[in-house]
């Protein structure tokens, strides 16, 4: 059974916490679980379909890790993303594969962004985190995230759906704070940019 959990947010950026992105009374919290917001009424981009891929599901990116491998599918209008793991999966260097190119407004480090998404541990093939679990996508500023999942967003254009393998330095190279996520663990993220917004559009 695959595992709701919680995190996207490195641990030490205090000042990049997801919740509360357009005030200020958060900051100097750490804030490290991506389900604290909901997306505004302007920027809904719709909801993460909760059911997993139909078996016959085939890979569109599959790749050979430093050890393991990964296949991995874009979600659909019905089904959230596939990510097959053969663990221990790991990566020497980040990669980044769009599975399917976005039309809207392109992604900048100044955006705000609705994304669904799923995270994989590349050492045990579990799932550690899902906005698709959850039903509704998580609201979040580009330049607040983990540098692999920034590189997968920032330069896409919304509607894209996207891949990445990351190393442990681009995403938790202490690990997690609550212990999912050990220290040197590649991580796999599929998303899908759902809707997004500069943030002058909501920071006050």
Not at 13 to 40: E, I, K, R
Not at 190 to 198: D, G, N, R, S
Request: charged share 20%; with cysteine; proline share 8%.
């Amino acid at each position: 059974m695959k595992r709701k959990s919680l995190l996207l947010v490195p641990a030490a950026a205090a000042l990049l916490a997801v919740a509360g992105c357009s005030s200020d009374d958060t900051a100097g919290s750490a804030q490290t679980s991506l389900d604290v917001t909901t997306p505004s009424p302007t920027m809904d981009g719709g909801m993460c379909p909760e059911a997993d891929p139909p078996a016959d599901t085939r890979p569109q990116w599959q790749v050979m890790g430093a050890t393991g491998s990964a296949e991995i599918a874009a979600s659909t209008d019905t089904a959230g993303p596939l990510i097959k793991i053969t663990p221990p999966f790991s990566v020497d260097e980040t990669q980044v594969k769009t599975l399917a190119p976005g039309t809207g407004d392109e992604i900048t480090d100044a955006s705000i962004v609705n994304v669904c998404y799923e995270g994989v541990d590349g050492r045990d093939g579990q799932t550690f985190d899902s906005s698709y679990q959850k039903g509704t996508p998580t609201r979040l500023h580009a330049d607040g995230v983990v540098p692999g999942f920034r590189k997968a967003l920032v330069g896409q254009r919304v509607g894209a759906s996207v891949a990445v393998v990351m190393t442990s330095a681009d995403g938790y190279p202490d690990g997690s704070p609550d212990g999912t996520i050990k220290p040197g663990d590649s991580i796999v993220f599929v998303l899908k940019i759902m809707a997004a917004e500069p943030a002058s559009a909501t920071d006050g």
